[in-house]
């Protein structure tokens, strides 16, 4: 569910390989900052649903996804989240 949020868009790597320097730099990180915003509306919307279809949907609880929510801006917020998925799917 949550990989639609990964996918990587085609403009966005051949602009990054023509970019250097301190323009570069900024841009590639404004990207990433829309990026972490994207990402965060994302689980907004996880938190919008009921518990039940939360957990049929992700796998996760809702406890965790508001743990992640609350997670600082420099941190990968959905990474986390799908650790934590991987980590309930193991036996």
Known sequence: MLQWVYLPRVG???ITSVRSGW???LRSWT???RRQKLRREAI???LRVDDDILR???GLERH???AAARLPLDVDAL???RRLQ???SRP
Do not use: F, I, S, Y
Request: aromatic share 4%.
């Open 12 to 14: 966005e790597t051949a």
């Open 23 to 25: 323009t570069g730099w």
């Open 31 to 33: 990207r990433e900052r």
């Open 56 to 58: 049929d949907v992700t």
């Open 44 to 46: 907004a919307t996880l």
């Open 79 to 81: 990474e986390r989240l």
């Open 86 to 88: 991987e980590a309930q």
């Open 64 to 66: 965790q996804v508001e």
